[in-house]
């Protein structure tokens, strides 16, 4: 089974910067992408970004889009986020997931089958 990994969160500033990093074992030929979504109190996961991973194409949700990067790492083998001109609405649970399959959407959950358990940002003003 695949295995995600969170790391990098903490706290930072407003207009700061984080990087997060996603450590990926376990993958397979059949993997196709690899993709961030955050989670804060009281709303729903929504997703921020999406790399495929042969080719390494990103796409980003509008409001980290400038913003936000998404990355791999193939000597660390992690799929990483870095974060720039930080905003506290910003601030949430950061979960990196793995697609296994063609087919889905990038921006919704169900197109994603592996999850890690996530890693707390938080961003003050």
């Known amino acids: 089974q695949v295995q995600l990994a969170e790391s990098g969160g903490g706290l930072a500033q407003a207009g700061g910067s984080l990087r997060l990093a996603c450590a990926a074992s376990?993958?397979?030929?059949?993997?196709?992408?690899a993709g961030w979504f955050r989670q804060a109190p009281g709303k729903e996961r929504e997703f921020v970004a999406h790399?495929?991973?042969?080719?390494?194409?990103?796409y980003y949700a509008d409001s980290v889009k400038g913003r936000f990067a998404i990355a791999r790492d193939n000597v660390r083998n992690t799929v990483d986020l870095q974060m720039n001109s930080l905003r506290p609405d910003d601030s949430a649970v950061y979960y990196c997931?793995?697609?296994?399959?063609?087919?889905?959407?990038?921006?919704?959950?169900?197109?994603?089958?592996?999850w890690g358990q996530g890693t707390q940002v938080t961003v003050s003003s």
């Open positions: 376990g993958l397979t030929s059949s993997t196709y992408g």
């Open positions: 997931a793995v697609r296994a399959h063609i087919g889905g959407i990038v921006d919704q959950i169900s197109g994603y089958d592996y």
């Open positions: 790399i495929m991973w042969n080719n390494g194409i990103t």
